[in-house]
C-alpha cells in the first residue's frame, strides 16, 4: 500500500513538472483597452486566451493597466496588443515597449491597435500601417498568401469571412510581408456610414501581415471586430500562429 502511494505521489510530482514545464514554453501578455466599439469582445476574447493558453500549453496574464505592463513586459516573450494602442501609454511605458522589440521579443496586433489618434511614427511602423476608415460589417473573399506561414496552415486558398475591412493610409508595403488579402470585388467597399462613399484600396487590399522591425517580430491581424470571432477555431489557430511566430525567435536563443 505505502509503495502503491510512493508510485502516485511520484507520478503527480513527474506530471505537475511537466505540465509546468511545458506551460513555460512561452510567456504572453494580453493587453487591452475598453472602448466604445469593442468592449463587448473583450470578455470573450480574454476567456478565449485562457483556453488557447491551457490548449497550447504556454504561460499568459493579462491586463488593461498601462502601468501593469510595463512593469511586467520585461518577463514576457510576446505581448498581444488587442484593440490597445499608444494612446493611454505615457513615454515612459511606450520606452518598455519599445525595449522589449529591441531585445528580440514579439508583438502581435490586433484589429484596432492600428487605430490611434495619437501619432507616434514608431508604434506606427511597429504595426506597418495605419487605420484610415472602414465599410459596414459585410461578408467577404480572403485570399491565403503563404500557406506555410504559422497563421494561416490551416487556411484554405479562399476563406469567406465577415468583417469590418479596414482601410490604411502609411501603409509599409516594401517592408511588410502580406498573409491575408481582401477581394473588394466580394463585398461593398463604398458602403459606409453616411452617404459618402469610400475608395477602398484597390487590387492590394492587406488585412495580415508580418514583419521583423526594430530587432523584434512584429505580426497584425484586422480581423477580430465581433465577440463571435474569438469562439471561432479557424480564426483562434489564425492567431494563435502569429503568437507562436512572434515567440518563435525568443524561443531559438
Known amino acids: 500500500m505505502k509503495i502503491r502511494i510512493l508510485l502516485l505521489s511520484c507520478f ?14 512561452f510567456k504572453v501578455l494580453l493587453f487591452t483597452v475598453q472602448d466604445t466599439w469593442h468592449y463587448e469582445c473583450i470578455p470573450s476574447a480574454v476567456d478565449a486566451f485562457h483556453k488557447m493558453a491551457a490548449e497550447q500549453q504556454f504561460k499568459f496574464d493579462w491586463t488593461q493597466n498601462p502601468e501593469d505592463l ?10 498581444v496588443f488587442l ?28 484589429h484596432s491597435t492600428s487605430d490611434s489618434e495619437i501619432r507616434n511614427i514608431w508604434f506606427d511602423n511597429l504595426i506597418g500601417g495605419v487605420f484610415k476608415d472602414h465599410p459596414q460589417f459585410q461578408a467577404a473573399i480572403l485570399t ?11 487556411l484554405p486558398e479562399k476563406w469567406l469571412w465577415s468583417e469590418e475591412w479596414y482601410n490604411f493610409k502609411l501603409l509599409k508595403s516594401d517592408e511588410i ?3 491575408l488579402s481582401v477581394d473588394e470585388s466580394t463585398y461593398d467597399y463604398q458602403k459606409g456610414y453616411d452617404e ?31 465577440p463571435e470571432a474569438f469562439q471561432n477555431k479557424k480564426y483562434l489557430d489564425h492567431l494563435f500562429g502569429g503568437i507562436y511566430w512572434a515567440a518563435k525567435g525568443k524561443m531559438k536563443q
Open 196 to 226: 459618402i462613399p469610400l475608395e477602398g484600396m484597390g487590387k492590394n487590399h492587406p488585412i495580415a501581415w508580418y514583419q521583423i522591425y526594430d530587432g523584434g517580430r512584429s505580426f497584425y491581424t484586422t480581423l477580430g471586430h465581433k
Open 83 to 110: 484593440n490597445a494602442n499608444t494612446d493611454n501609454l505615457n513615454n515612459e511605458q511606450l520606452d518598455v515597449l519599445k525595449a522589449h522589440i529591441h531585445n528580440g521579443k514579439g508583438f502581435v496586433g490586433v
Open 177 to 179: 510581408t502580406v498573409l
Open 144 to 154: 491565403n498568401h503563404d500557406s506555410n506561414f504559422p497563421s494561416n496552415l490551416h
Open 12 to 25: 503527480l510530482i513527474l506530471t505537475f513538472n511537466t505540465m509546468a514545464f511545458a506551460q513555460d514554453q
Open 70 to 79: 510595463a512593469k511586467k513586459l520585461p518577463s514576457y516573450d510576446v505581448v
